[in-house]
């Protein structure tokens, strides 16, 4: 499902932090089952994959985001050792007028990656920037078109800011971190969980957002 070669020859931009940007990561002939199968998120937040209900190829993604192939080819890429560091999934279906504002990340992620699952994207919001700072949303290096197969990954750092203007509606999205151990995944989750039971129950609020 996933294109290695491509993301194996995708170079690692350095600049203001360790990020690449890469169009058509997933397979064109397996894009149409992974989106058929994606689950069904009608509120805005960010919901673990284990809360979701989904499909075969959803699944089977899943299964090579957290396999020790793709594994291996992301510590080639970012020059570390994941070995024993846990993963979390979290997936997206929707944002609101409250997500995108600039954030770093938490300093218990390692890696950051975003997969992006929408038809041809022709709104100007909803397009993560990347920054150079944590104050101006206009000084970008790079701007990632959310359109369906798009991987953005990057090393997070103090520096690692990124954000992107407002959009309302459906926007989907996988995340998949590497984080620094399993205190944090199990805490993670627990937080998460608890906040998408009470998006499922009330509504509310988006965090950050991807």
């Known amino acids: ?36 199968d994606f689950p069904n998120i009608s509120k805005p937040g960010s919901f673990p994959s284990d809360t979701l209900q989904f499909g075969g190829a959803f699944r089977e993604l899943l299964a090579e985001l957290e396999g020790d192939t793709f594994r291996r080819a992301v ?10 560091r846990p993963t979390i999934i979290t997936v997206r279906g929707h944002t609101d007028e409250t997500d995108g504002r600039i954030h770093t990340d938490s300093r218990t992620k390692i890696i950051t990656m975003l997969i992006y699952f929408n038809e041809d994207w022709h709104e100007s919001g909803g397009r993560l920037r990347l920054l150079r700072s944590g104050t101006d949303l206009e000084d970008y290096v790079a701007e990632v078109d959310p ?16 954000g992107h203007k407002p959009f309302v509606g459906p926007r989907r999205a996988i995340q998949l971190n590497w984080v620094v151990n399993e205190k944090v995944k199990r805490r993670e989750q627990k937080r998460h969980g608890i906040s998408a039971f009470f998006k499922n129950l009330f509504g509310g609020k988006a965090s950050a957002g991807y």
């Open 1 to 36: 499902m996933l294109d290695l070669d491509k993301f194996n020859a995708t170079a690692l931009e350095k600049t203001p932090f360790e990020y690449l940007i890469l169009p058509g990561f997933l397979r064109q002939e397996m894009i149409a089952a992974i989106s058929r």
């Open 75 to 84: 510590e080639q890429k970012f020059g570390l050792d994941l070995t024993g």
């Open 147 to 162: 359109s369906i197969g798009t991987l953005l990954a990057f090393r997070r750092s103090d520096h690692s800011w990124h």
